[in-house]
């Protein structure tokens, strides 16, 4: 009697970020759909691979459209995972996070129209901060949950990062580019 040995997330997680190193977009995809059709919730790290490989295949728009699908699955968040798609949407992000942040916070105070969303940005932002610093109980499902409450506040950044990025891209496509040094490190 032969049984078949199910792969899990770690497992998938290992091919792609292989495949990453092969530039093999296209497998990346494949990996993904094979793990939503057998069910398996992609981790942090699946959706690090599939932010690269979005970038890489199809650009920033590929990123922002998988990132809204995301959001809507039980995917995993980390701050890992924010920063990545942080850097992807706007250069630099990931060396410079505080300038990132001093950047948002400015163009919300200069520009009426990012008021909300630079605010709401910074606050989700802040809260994800407290609540993978805060001390982790290691005790069975006490430390699940707070890490189930590290990746809802994670994912909630993304949430924000993303209205941020769409109000950006509406804004620059209309031809209302901004224009300060503090914005230059978002464009």
């Not at 400015?106 to 520009?111: P, T």
Request: one cysteine or more; hydrophobic letters at 35%; glycine letters at 6%.
């Amino acid at each position: 009697m032969q049984s078949e040995v199910e792969i899990g997330t770690s497992s998938y997680d290992a091919i792609i970020f292989g495949r990453i190193k092969q530039t093999s977009w296209d497998d990346i995809f494949s990996l993904y759909e094979e793990m939503k059709a057998k069910g398996i919730n992609p981790s942090s790290q699946t959706i690090e691979g599939l932010i690269v490989a979005n970038y890489h295949r199809s650009g920033r728009e590929a990123v922002l459209s998988s990132l809204k699908s995301l959001i809507l699955c039980d995917a995993q968040f980390s701050e890992r995972t924010f920063r990545l798609a942080s850097k992807y949407l706007y250069k630099d992000v990931d060396d410079k996070f505080d300038d990132f942040r001093n950047g948002i916070r400015k163009i919300g105070e200069s520009h009426h129209d990012f008021r909300s969303a630079s605010v709401n940005l910074l606050r989700s932002i802040r809260f994800a901060e407290i609540e993978s610093g805060r001390p982790r109980i290691v005790h069975g499902s006490e430390h699940e949950t707070k890490k189930s409450e590290e990746d809802a506040a994670w994912k909630t950044a993304v949430s924000d990062l993303l209205v941020f990025a769409e109000k950006w891209s509406a804004e620059n496509e209309n031809g209302i580019l901004l224009n300060s040094r503090a914005e230059s490190n978002l464009s």
